[in-house]
């Protein structure tokens, strides 16, 4: 565990067995918040489709960028074009 995690974890410890935990962090007023005002919209992840194959690979996917025909889209691009999403 990096020094940094384990300095962060014991002064939380130690802030909550003192009874500091509640006065070191402020509460949040949700009235002055411009983000509950507006809905959050998810942004559109960026695929990798394999047009070879027909399949689009998400970031997380080790095979994502590393075929050689293929492209980038938005998700809904992929779909609405016919791709399907990769199986592993």
Sequence with gaps: MPIAR?????LTLVFAMTG???AATPLPNPSK???ASTPARPAA?????NTASGY???PACRHYGKMKHG???SEPDAIRAGY?????
């Design 6 to 10: 384990r300095a962060f974890l014991h």
């Design 33 to 35: 918040s411009p983000a």
């Design 71 to 73: 492209k980038d889209l």
């Design 56 to 58: 689009y690979h998400n």
């Design 20 to 22: 500091l935990a509640d």
């Design 84 to 88: 399907r999403p990769a199986r592993n």
């Design 45 to 49: 992840s960026v695929v990798w489709v």
